[in-house]
Nanobody, 125 residues
Framework: QVQLVESGGGLVQAGDSLRLLCTVT??????????MGWFRQSPGKEREFVAG????????YYADSVEGRFTISRVNAKNTVYLQMNSLKPEDTAVYYC????????????????WGQGTQVTVSL
């Protein structure tokens, strides 16, 4: 059993910052073996890739829409991955999901085996 739990979402104003956290529990594997990603989805829209990070944390990837504003990081000793979101825009409003997979980082949601329940981020003007 692998479980991912997101937290840190909330209601903020445009230009504010927010940090999302994802904690991972795994009975048969170690967190450090997973590539991790953040995805987001708004009502009526497809789920989209936001950011990804490889097992070591040395390789990170971002969607063009968030690059320069968002930072993904991980602390394997704490089984935790973070998404620091700065200069938030109303377009960032969505449910944000943490996801994990074995192997290399990918930006396609279907490649991720494990998912959290999501945390709501709402950015107002």
């Amino acid at each position: 059993q692998v479980q991912l739990v997101e937290s840190g979402g909330g209601l903020v104003q445009a230009g504010d910052s927010l940090r999302l956290l994802c904690t991972v529990t795994a009975s048969g594997r170690t967190f450090s073996a997973y590539a991790m990603g953040w995805f987001r989805q708004s009502p009526g829209k497809e789920r989209e890739f936001v950011a990804g990070i490889n097992w070591s944390g040395l390789d990170t990837y971002y969607a063009d829409s968030v690059e320069g504003r968002f930072t993904i990081s991980r602390v394997n000793a704490k089984n935790t991955v973070y998404l620091q979101m700065n200069s938030l825009k109303p377009e960032d409003t969505a449910v944000y999901y943490c996801a994990g997979k074995s192997g290399p980082v990918r930006d396609v949601s279907l490649d991720y085996r494990y998912w959290g329940q999501g945390t709501q981020v709402t950015v107002s003007l």
